[in-house]
Structures are given as structure tokens and as C-alpha cells.
């Protein structure tokens, strides 16, 4: 079954940020979710997460199905190495958490702390956990955060080679990574420039 969201609304301190917000997600492919910094991309995302419960609206078709998530901060766990970090998501198998490290261009930097690597590194640390896990969808808020185009580009086709045949939400701000990978891509428009009555567009970008 397909994921549908329904007229999402979800406000902070009575200030709007999503406003009947719809989406239906297929079962496959790649969906980027396109949008200026403040569009509510992340309360999006925190809301299909479960960690934001919405004022109102529902996201119907998640139950029974496993997530693999790279939240917008990485949440990595410091006093854990690269490796244990992504061992942990995966009771432990560090084969498998290597493979995915080797993916992310990390294997020489395994045994490194968090605060060891740069920023761009710990990027790759979380996403590689993610990949780790596994799952039926794999969600990214704002994956290429701190890596260079280059770099970005080979990260997210590997993870879409790894993915195939399942579903990838991938939330950004760079229309280049949106226009490379996306199959289905989505703008998503602030309420603070949508009239009053307006409901929240969220326009399939072309
Ligand atoms: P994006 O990810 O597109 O940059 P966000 O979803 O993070 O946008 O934020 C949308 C708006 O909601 C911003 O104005 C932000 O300041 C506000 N916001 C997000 N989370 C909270 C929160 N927990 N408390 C108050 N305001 C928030
Ligand atoms: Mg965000």
C-alpha cells in the first residue's frame, strides 16, 4: 500500500508552518522534497519520523513497515567510533557496518571518534547507519549537508544502486540533487507567502 499524507497542519507556538498538507508517496523510486530553508521540510519529515505528532491531518500506510531515517542532525553517539556507531543500528554485524561505511567512502576512517571526523564525515557516519540498518523506505533530511557536489553525487547513487526497488524520501534544499536522482520531485512552498485560506502547495517540479 502506498504512503498518502492528509492535510497535514502542524503549528509552533501558534504560528503555522504546515497547512493542510497532502502528499501520496508510491512504493518505489525516488521522491525528493524540494523547498526553502524555513518551507517546514524538516516538520515534514518529523511527522512521517513519528517524533512530531501533527495538530491535525493523518499519514496513513507506515504501519508494518521499516525505516531506515538520517535525521537533519546526524545523532551520532560520541563516546562510539565511526564503526560502532553503525555496528550499533545492526546488533553489532561489523561486516555489515564496514560495507556500508566502505559505501560512504569511510573505511579508513572506522576507527575515528565523531569529534575525530569533519563534519562532512559524520554526515557519512549517519547515512551509513541508515544504509546499515536497511528497511523498506530510507527517509534523508538534508543527507549532503557539508559534502561537496562531487562527493554528494557518488554518496546518493550509491545509496539509490542499494535502494532499488524500494522507496527513498530525500529531503533538500539543492534543486542540482533533486534534478539528478529524483523519479517524482516536489516543491514545497512556505505558508508565510501562501494567502491566508490558502492550502500548503506542494507542486511536482517539472
Ligand atoms: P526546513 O526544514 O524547511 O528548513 P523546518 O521544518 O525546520 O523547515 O521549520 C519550519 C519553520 O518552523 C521554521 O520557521 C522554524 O523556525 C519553525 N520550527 C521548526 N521546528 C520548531 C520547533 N520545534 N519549535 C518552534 N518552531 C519551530
Ligand atoms: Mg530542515
Known sequence: ??????????????????????????????????GPSGSGKTTLFNCLAGVIKPDSGAIRGLEGKRLAMVFQENRLLPWYNALENVAFAVEGDREK????????????EAEKLPAQLSGGMQRRVAIARALAYGGDILMLDEPTAGLDKELAERVVSRLIEAWRGRLILLITHDLW???RFATFKYGLESIADAKPDDQQGLRPVL
Do not use: H, K, W
Open 177 to 179: 540533487l533533486a534534478e
Open 1 to 34: 500500500m502506498s504512503i498518502a499524507v492528509e492535510r497535514l497542519n502542524v503549528s509552533f507556538n501558534g504560528r503555522q508552518v504546515l497547512r493542510d498538507l497532502s502528499l501520496t508517496l508510491p512504493d518505489s523510486g525516488v521522491v525528493c522534497i524540494y
Open 97 to 108: 557496518a564496514l560495507r556500508a561505511l566502505a559505501a560512504m567512502e569511510l573505511a579508513a
